[in-house]
């Protein structure tokens, strides 16, 4: 469905340029698509209003009608007008987190178009914290509806580059801040029932969330529903312990798979890089896992033709949430230890 030639427009992503803003703003809320770096990673934003924006932001990610799309406002005051109400549990965690990487699902009012959220009755809202994704909310003078910016069903953009892999030709522009700094997906959050259901895991941490709402973290259930690492299924095994016996066991499977015939890549921490043979990606630094997790997309995305992914993952390598996701997407986990 080519639209178009996308443009890609640079933004300083601490000091983004106001006339930058204001024209990218005009063209969303004209009905453009437009993708632009928020704190956890690159999203497509529509005029939440229109609802021929709307459905031509679900074609060009080629997203299922009824997968939900995601408000993103520039202040509290704007989320008003779109819920039937907002609990009390859902204003405290607002104080704290927004603007910020949670998303909260709230009651709708029913005043958005009918596509916005596949005819559901809830609606999922946040205040994103990156200054491009705020200011251009802000110039945009609209709510903005932001899926991450990539095709449905493969791994989240977090630099422009990934954005115009998957939607070059799609999208009307993309505004370039560079990396997004927190590289995995915002929280979920559903407080529209009886007590809090976490949607999807990300970057905010359930027990965060439990120290805001005032309960035990147990309490708080979770209900993953995001199939977004479908794509990397077939493909990935994920080895966990110690660096050293993981790192044995890697290159076991590297030189099987080469037997095979089939090509392997292997994603492991900077440091590590030269332990290993053949494509390999350094994804962070040994006992960083903040930066894990900025550069765990990109590093699977550098990989995708090799036939198997294989992750070494070393305690303290990389955030729970981000562990738990690497397990849902892979088709293999292996567990080694120290010989002893
Ligand atoms: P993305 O579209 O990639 O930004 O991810 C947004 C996530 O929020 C998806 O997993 C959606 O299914 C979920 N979501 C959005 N709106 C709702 C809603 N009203 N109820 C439940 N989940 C939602
Ligand atoms: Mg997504």
């Known amino acids: 469905m080519g639209i178009l030639t996308t443009a890609?427009?640079?933004?300083?992503?601490?000091?983004?340029?106001?006339?930058?803003?204001?024209?990218?703003g005009a063209l969303l809320?004209?009905?453009?698509?437009?993708?632009?770096?928020?704190?956890?990673?690159?999203?497509?934003?529509?005029?939440?209003?229109?609802?021929?924006?709307?459905?031509?932001?679900f074609a060009a990610k080629g997203r299922p009608a009824d997968n939900p799309l995601t408000l993103h406002l520039a202040g509290v005051e704007s989320l008003t007008p779109y819920v039937a109400e907002i609990p009390a549990a859902a204003a405290g965690l607002m104080e704290i987190f927004w603007p910020g990487p949670l998303t909260i699902v709230f009651k709708s009012?029913?005043?958005?178009?009918?596509?916005?959220?596949?005819?559901?009755?809830?609606?999922?809202a946040r205040i994103p914290a990156h200054?491009?994704?705020?200011?251009?909310?802000?110039?945009?003078?609209i709510p903005v509806v932001a899926p991450s910016a990539n095709l449905s069903g493969r791994p989240s953009p977090t630099t422009a580059a990934h954005v115009l892999d998957d939607l070059?030709?799609?999208?009307?522009?993309?505004?370039?801040?560079?990396?997004?700094?927190?590289?995995?997906?915002?929280?979920?959050?559903?407080?529209?029932?009886?007590?809090?259901?976490?949607?999807?895991?990300?970057?905010?941490?359930?027990?965060?969330?439990a120290a805001?709402?005032?309960?035990?973290?147990?309490?708080?259930?979770?209900?993953?529903?995001?199939?977004?690492?479908?794509?990397?299924?077939?493909?990935?095994?994920?080895?966990?312990?110690p660096a050293g016996p993981a790192a044995q066991e890697i290159v076991r499977l590297y030189e099987r798979f080469a037997l095979e015939n089939k090509t392997a890549g292997i994603v492991t921490r900077k440091e590590r890089v030269s332990n290993y043979p053949g494509p390999v990606v350094g994804c962070g630094r040994a006992g960083?896992?903040?930066?894990?997790?900025?550069?765990?997309y990109a590093a699977l995305r550098q990989l995708e033709n090799m036939d198997v992914i294989l992750v070494e993952s070393a305690p303290g390598d990389f955030e729970p949430v981000v562990r738990?996701?690497?397990r849902r997407a892979a088709f293999q986990v292996i567990g080694v230890r120290d010989a002893r």
Request: proline share 6%.
């Open 109 to 124: 009012a029913g005043i958005l178009p009918r596509a916005v959220t596949g005819g559901l009755d809830t609606i999922a």
């Open 324 to 326: 738990e996701r690497l």
């Open 8 to 24: 890609v427009w640079l933004i300083d992503a601490v000091r983004p340029d106001p006339a930058v803003l204001a024209e990218a």
């Open 212 to 241: 805001v709402v005032g309960v035990a973290a147990e309490t708080i259930r979770e209900a993953f529903t995001e199939r977004n690492a479908d794509w990397l299924r077939s493909r990935l095994i994920l080895v966990e312990g």
């Open 131 to 141: 200054p491009v994704a705020l200011g251009l909310i802000r110039a945009a003078r």
């Open 29 to 57: 809320r004209k009905g453009k698509l437009v993708a632009f770096p928020t704190e956890t990673v690159y999203g497509l934003g529509a005029n939440a209003l229109d609802a021929e924006a709307v459905g031509a932001l």
């Open 288 to 296: 960083d896992a903040r930066s894990a997790a900025a550069g765990i």
């Open 168 to 209: 070059a030709g799609r999208i009307h522009i993309v505004l370039d801040g560079g990396p997004t700094p927190i590289g995995i997906e915002s929280t979920v959050l559903d407080l529209t029932g009886k007590s809090p259901v976490i949607l999807r895991p990300g970057a905010v941490a359930k027990e965060e969330i």
